[in-house]
């Protein structure tokens, strides 16, 4: 896939390159007209509004996760706040739903930085085991403030102020959309070399003018926010939330298993982790619930040992094979060179909602 | 003259440990100012200090009168003073382009700025490692990797340069090559503090010497003066220290470190990439 949009190029910002933008536009449009198009039933149209938002979830562990290596066991405590903040506005307050996102996100994005201010001067497993701690805190208080989650009998909204269940799955594409902007943009910008450079090495970076706890707070505030935005969504999408489901720690380990699975630091990789996700949790899990841990233990292990960049690796061997070199800093992460060679055409493979930096360059 | 770097005073403790003790000096626009002492003396730290990377204990270290001591190493690079490390630590998956850039973006604003790839690949072209930009740092030798150091510093725009055992490690080849550099990045504006073993590097080109030992500052001075110090030479010869190059006389038109041995003990810690 050679690509010769340079020639007739208009003025895009340097982390944006022609191509991406392509791909981008088409795959939204694609998406966006599928439902009218394949008239997918009922059951498969409103998955794929939910894998949408476990795809932008997932997108927003990994800035964290995989661009700056801070592995966080604890995300589920901004989905429940962003969650529960929305459907307690929806319950209690005329805003429109997107707005109760919206908030719940602000609000959960907050809570992460309060939370994380002070623990992201850990680094590697020591962050990772302070997160444990505070998903579980906050779960444990959530689940006794009944005056604002309901406890362990949940909240319902109010239906018909909101979108329909068929709706969702275009809020989700939006939601996405917009997250898989940001994932690109944070990642081609110059703040996503710094954001690789502490990843890398906290100190050298920061003797080379990085401020790491500026950008890292900032990188987990934006994660909060959105992860607490999809909180907000999935409050909407099932009309009733539950605590004990939204602050587990199997949905900490989902955000953890998407971004794994799919390959960490990437863009298209937490997409597919989603897919992957959402297939096993739906089509196998709702027959055999008992295989849960088994078969997440097993793919975690089987990544871990043989593939430490998930299916983006796997895509990147294939590409191999046909010839196509990923970039020297691929391993990083799957990223390309960004802000270095804005000019260069970014990757992507072929179908998809969404465009990778780990391809062929 | 005009005093770019002043250190006032500057302690730094380590428990009881006095990893720095009470050390002022200065370092004028331009200048070279060699920094040698025994394994331990303190020297690293001293560099650590200025950087901002860690706080003194007491006293502070000024640039251009700000003080750039006791601040986080970031701001201290905003400010123009830019250390590498002794053990060099490049960021390991990311091109060596890309590690230049990093400097560039995050360091002191400066000309250039809008072409941040052209600016990079200026610097690696100066430090000789153009051609290996889009390799990874463990592809390349010890000599390019202490390049690549060098260059991310220089790409953060420093008004002053900390330069520590840069030249150690080297054959004695690569290192004419890199002593002839780094008088180059001093005429072209930068001034330099060294921390160097290799005795005939350090005395070649400075401009000044400070020698430390055990945190104390024992000598200042021109090479001449410092290789005939008393004291200098009782540091590196009258006791039973672990300085490998007490085989050379005194009496050498080089000083008591003539022949700086680049491979010897204390530099065998640089080759395997911690
Ligand atoms: N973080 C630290 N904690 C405790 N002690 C330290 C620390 N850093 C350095 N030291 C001690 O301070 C003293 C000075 O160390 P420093 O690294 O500055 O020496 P140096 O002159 O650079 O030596 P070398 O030539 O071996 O690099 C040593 O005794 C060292 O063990
Ligand atoms: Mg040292």
């Known amino acids: 896939m050679t690509t010769t949009a340079q020639s007739r190029r208009v003025r895009l910002p340097g982390w944006l390159s022609m191509r991406a933008l392509i791909i981008f536009v088409v795959a939204l449009v694609l998406l966006y007209l599928a439902p009218t198009v394949l008239g997918l039933g009922d059951y498969l149209h409103n998955i794929a509004g939910l894998t949408f938002m476990f795809m932008a979830a997932g997108l927003a562990w990994n800035w964290l996760g995989g661009y700056v290596g801070q592995i966080s066991f604890g995300h589920a405590a901004m989905f429940g706040t962003g969650g529960f903040v929305a459907a307690r506005l929806t319950i209690s307050s005329g805003l429109p739903f997107w707005a109760t996102w919206l908030i719940g996100g602000v609000v959960a994005g907050l809570y992460a930085l309060l939370w994380g201010h002070p623990t992201l001067r850990l680094r590697g497993p020591y962050f990772s085991i302070a997160t444990i701690g505070v998903g579980e805190a906050t779960r444990l208080v959530a689940t006794y403030w009944t005056d604002f989650t309901g406890g362990s009998s949940g909240l319902s909204l109010p239906i018909g102020n909101g979108p329909t269940k068929f709706q969702m799955y275009w809020y989700g594409l939006y939601l996405l959309a917009a997250v898989v902007v940001i994932s690109y943009w944070l990642r081609r910008s110059r703040i996503g070399l710094g954001l690789l450079a502490i990843k890398e090495d906290v100190e050298a970076a920061s003797d080379v003018g990085v401020n790491p706890t500026f950008y890292q707070d900032v990188v987990l505030f934006l994660s909060g926010t959105v992860v607490g935005v999809c909180g907000g969504f999935y409050a909407s999408y099932q009309a009733f939330i539950d605590p004990l489901d939204m602050f587990s720690f199997e949905r900490s380990i989902s955000f953890v298993l998407i971004g794994v699975i799919g390959g960490i630091g990437t863009i298209l990789g937490p997409a597919m982790g989603a897919v992957v996700y959402i297939v096993i949790q739906e089509f196998l899990l709702a027959s055999y619930p008992q295989l849960y841990l088994g078969l997440y233990g097993l793919l975690l292990i089987f990544v871990i040992l043989f593939e430490p960049l998930g299916l983006s690796g796997l895509l990147m061997r294939v590409g191999r094979r046909f010839g196509i070199r990923p970039s020297p800093s691929a391993a990083a992460g799957g990223m390309s060179s960004a802000a270095a060679v804005p000019d260069q055409p970014t990757a992507s493979v072929g179908a998809g909602s969404t465009d990778t930096k780990d391809g062929p360059r | ?274």
């Open chain 2, 1 to 274: 003259m005009s005093a770019l770097l002043v250190g006032e005073s500057v302690c730094k403790y380590f428990g009881g440990l006095r990893a720095v003790d009470d050390v002022s000096f200065t370092l004028g626009e331009g200048e070279i100012l060699g920094l040698i002492g025994p394994n331990g003396a303190g020297k690293t730290t001293l560099f650590s200090v200025a950087a901002g990377s860690v706080p003194a204990t007491r006293g502070r270290v000024l640039l251009d009168g700000k003080q750039v001591s006791g601040k986080s190493g970031h701001r201290s690079v905003h400010q123009g003073i830019c250390r590498t490390h002794q053990i060099v630590r490049p960021f390991a998956r990311l091109s060596v382009l890309d590690n230049v850039l990093v400097g560039h973006h995050y360091g002191r604003p400066g000309p250039g700025h809008g072409r941040p790839v052209d600016h990079a690949m200026g610097i690696l072209d100066f430090i000789g490692l153009a051609d290996r930009a889009h390799q990874l740092p463990g592809e390349l030798t010890l000599a390019g990797r202490k390049r690549l150091e060098v260059a991310r510093a220089l790409a953060t725009g420093p008004r002053v340069l900390l330069l520590d055992e840069v030249v150690a490690g080297l054959t004695p080849v690569e290192a004419q090559r890199f002593v002839e550099l780094i008088r180059q990045i001093r005429d072209r504006g930068t001034s330099i503090v060294m921390i160097e073993h290799v005795m005939h590097a350090v005395m070649g080109v400075s401009d000044r010497v400070m020698v430390l030992d055990h945190g104390r500052q024992i000598a200042e001075g021109t090479p001449e003066q410092v290789v005939k110090h008393p004291q200098v030479i009782e540091a590196y010869l009258g006791r039973d220290d672990d300085e490998p190059n007490d085989h050379d006389e005194p009496t050498h038109g080089d000083g008591p470190m003539g022949a700086g041995d680049p491979a010897s003990g204390q530099h065998a810690k640089e080759k395997p990439d911690a």
